[in-house]
T-cell receptor
Framework: AQTVTQSQPEMSVQEAETVTLSCTYD???????LFWYKQPPSRQMILVIR??????QNATENRFSVNFQKAAKSFSLKISDSQLGDAAMYFC???????????????FGKGTSLLVTP | DTGVSQNPRHKITKRGQNVTFRCDPI?????LYWYRQTLGQGPEFLTY????????KSRLLSDRFSAERPKGSFSTLEIQRTEQGDSAMYLC????????????FGAGSRLTVL
């Protein structure tokens, strides 16, 4: 089974500063997708960023970027210019890119709670 | 389209009662997923539908749980003879079409079993 590990239960960052959330995963697959989802308090999960494993270039979405190290099976999320609205639980997730019955279900880590202070 | 809709948002029940949750996915999405999320944990996969066919079930889905997706539209998740350990947030997600790689989640249905 593909496991996802987020070793930081909580992180704190000051407004306008940069923070990096860590994620490692375990897989024997060569082709897969990785995601970061954000879950604000009492609100639904939304996609932050995704990365296809076959792409060497790190994905970027505005203030959010990833550092994807395939050999090390590491997928960290960097949030630049942090804003108060970034405060949420952040989940790293893994999905194999194909499979007859897998349905592309995601395996999630336990999450990192991000606190943003003024 | 207003996204993935889940009802009820919160259900409080007594141990031993049956409960049913409903999920209305995004209309053009053919794939639908149920996840369970307990406090302090990430979502755990329960089951997956492609159209009306239930193609995969997690070992977490005991025989007290049943899910359906008649006509490949909305889905229901029923829990029979609820136990306190069933208390959790039940999340529904859907995907399909151009963004088949990305799950869109609903706000969840929180179950509290007393």
């Amino acid at each position: 089974a593909q496991t996802v590990t987020q070793s930081q239960p909580e992180m704190s960052v000051q407004e306008a500063e940069t923070v990096t959330l860590s994620c490692t995963y375990d897989t024997s697959e060569s082709d897969y997708y990785l995601f970061w989802y954000k879950q604000p308090p009492s609100r639904q999960m939304i996609l932050v960023i995704r990365q296809e494993a076959y792409k060497q270039q790190n994905a970027t979405e505005n203030r959010f970027s990833v550092n994807f190290q395939k050999a090390a099976k590491s997928f960290s999320l960097k949030i630049s210019d942090s804003q108060l609205g970034d405060a949420a639980m952040y989940f790293c997730a893994y999905r194999i890119s194909y499979g007859v019955n897998s349905g592309y279900a995601l395996n999630f880590g336990k999450g990192t709670s991000l606190l943003v202070t003024p | 389209d207003t996204g993935v809709s889940q009802n009820p948002r919160h259900k409080i029940t007594k141990r031993g009662q049956n409960v049913t949750f409903r999920c209305d996915p995004i209309s053009e999405h053919n794939r639908l997923y149920w996840y369970r999320q307990t406090l302090g944990q990430g979502p755990e996969f329960l089951t997956y539908f492609q159209n009306e066919a239930q193609l995969e079930k997690s070992r977490l889905l005991s025989d007290r749980f049943s899910a359906e997706r008649p006509k490949g539209s909305f889905s229901t998740l029923e829990i029979q003879r609820t136990e306190q350990g069933d208390s959790a947030m039940y999340l529904c997600a859907s995907t399909g079409g151009t963004w088949a790689n990305v799950l869109t989640f609903g706000a969840g249905s929180r179950l509290t079993v007393l």
